[in-house]
């Protein structure tokens, strides 16, 4: 069913100016409410959503079935915890160097300073080591220095060839051992 243009024209001219202000009044209002308050109201929803969903997971840690979260300060207390102590730090070199003989490679005597991390307060241990060794074999090795030490960060590494044909590389390796100090 299609409305003829002339019913519709003479509808509006019957109205008037302010039937025709009120009309618009109208349209503004439905525009209004659809495109300004709809995602409003959509938003207030989603938050209620997320309160409810809060007021469960409260219930659930205070009955014990989730554990409660970890508060920042705890994780670092745990994570200075996990580091090993100043005294503990030629067992962990110690690692260092029976990491790199399971693999072959060659460590040149290497250079060590002991410094405290003015940001952290950790004692920090700076090592800089010369390597000889394959591609596969020193790859080999700082995958198992970063799994098996993890409280060693890799700083820097340079790896250089004589020759390109030469299959061994001399580098050297930069690290930091990060040791708490109790």
């Known amino acids: 069913m299609q409305i003829p243009r002339l019913i519709v024209h003479e509808y509006l001219q019957s109205l008037g100016v302010p039937g025709l202000a009120g009309l618009a009044l109208l349209v503004l209002a439905l525009a209004y409410g659809l495109f300004g308050l709809l995602p409003d109201w959509q938003a207030l929803q989603h938050l209620s959503q997320q309160t409810q969903d809060a007021r469960e997971y409260l ?19 745990d994570f200075r915890s996990k580091l090993p102590t100043q005294p503990q730090a030629t ?3 110690d690692k260092i160097y029976a990491l790199a003989a399971q693999e072959r490679i060659t460590l040149s ?3 060590y300073s002991l410094g405290i991390d003015p940001k952290t307060h950790l004692a920090r241990y700076q090592i800089l080591l010369p390597v000889r060794g394959s591609y596969p074999q020193l790859r080999r090795f700082m995958h198992a220095l970063l799994g098996q030490l993890p409280a060693v960060v890799v700083e820097d ?8 044909a030469d299959t061994d590389l001399n580098g050297r390796i930069r690290m930091t051992l990060y040791l708490s100090r109790s």
């Not at 659930?60 to 979260?69: C, F, L, Q, T």
């Not at 590494?157 to 390109?164: A, H, P, T």
């Open 59 to 77: 219930a659930k840690v205070e009955e014990g079935s989730i554990a409660a979260p970890v508060v920042p300060q705890r994780q670092l207390d």
């Open 91 to 93: 067992v962990a070199i």
């Open 109 to 111: 005597r290497g250079e």
């Open 157 to 164: 590494l340079e790896l250089s060839r004589k020759k390109i």
